[in-house]
């Protein structure tokens, strides 16, 4: 688990958030908000002005060699491999570092390799490769680590929607073994389809910290509905609706669902008028994020 209570002299001020053991953290936010330094600080890679952080109940810094065998880290801008090995000796050199049981690697290594789809480049040097071919090997090598905190920044820069996939998988499989994943990433897929909490940050501090349930009623409340009907309008005047409009029949309104329940308006409508259909649109985690 990781405690951050402090300010950092490059980007992030006034954070103070407990992520528990066994959890998907999505990591959000603007370029420059402070997502990767947010990860380089839980995994001791810079040091605060202030504060404190706890990362596996203990300082990154000053206990940096007893959670370096607990964590596994992927950087955006920090290569896992080294330019001058093929992958496959990079993955091998990192066995002996690590003192992973030869069988027991050979059995992970097999089993990224089939869901990442990399088995055709490793042997291969980094430099002959694309960069999502590039990202395939590096997730590999972070996957096949058994650590009990897994930090991705970026990871899916360069993959297409196969590999994407593929990550989703590991990461479910990570989450199921009570392992506890930090992912930062611009794609609202990424964040929706694997996160348990959300952690948005803007301009270096917290803007919301939550399940993804909480974001959605606390960022975007505002809901829109389509109505067809048929004779007379329905009558919406003492409901709270932001703003609605006719023509041809159909009506489209928004409302605050913090406000005004679907059910309550879904009632409303159906009693005043002859309705033929309904569809209410929930806002999406983006435009939750835009709406802020």
Not at 234 to 253: A, C, H, K, Q, W
């Amino acid at each position: 688990m990781i405690i951050c209570n402090g300010l950092n002299k490059f980007i992030l001020h006034d954070i103070d958030l407990h992520i528990p053991r066994g959890i998907t953290l999505g990591i959000i936010g603007a370029s420059g908000s402070g997502k990767t330094t947010f990860l380089k600080l839980a995994s001791g890679l810079l040091k605060p002005e202030s504060g404190s952080i706890f990362t596996l109940r203990k300082n990154p810094l000053e206990g940096q060699k007893k959670i370096a065998d607990r964590i596994a880290v992927l950087y955006a801008d920090i290569p896992l491999y080294d330019e001058r090995l093929s992958i496959i000796d990079g993955l091998d050199q990192m066995c002996l570092i690590y003192g992973i049981k030869k069988n027991v690697f050979q059995e992970r290594l097999n089993h990224v390799m089939s869901v990442l789809d990399f088995a055709d480049i490793v042997n291969s040097k980094p430099k002959s490769l694309s960069l999502g071919q590039k990202r395939r090997a590096e997730l590999g090598m972070t996957f096949i680590r058994d650590a009990e905190l897994y930090i991705f920044d970026e990871p899916c820069i360069g993959l297409d929607q196969n590999a994407k996939a593929g990550f989703y998988e590991l990461v479910q499989e990570k989450k199921r073994d009570g392992k506890t994943l930090l992912v930062s990433s611009h794609s609202m897929e990424d964040i929706t389809t694997i996160s348990d909490r959300v952690l948005l940050l803007n301009k270096g501090s917290v803007a919301f910290y939550g399940s993804k349930e909480e974001l959605y009623k606390r960022l975007s409340p505002m809901q829109t509905g389509y109505v067809e009907f048929e004779g007379k309008m329905p009558d919406v005047s003492d409901l709270e609706i932001e703003s609605y409009s006719v023509e041809n029949g159909r009506m489209t309104f928004r409302y605050n669902s913090n406000h005004v329940s679907s059910k309550e308006l879904l009632k409303r409508i159906s009693l005043t008028s002859n309705v033929k259909s309904i569809a209410l649109h929930k806002a999406s985690l983006a435009e939750s994020i835009r709406h802020i």
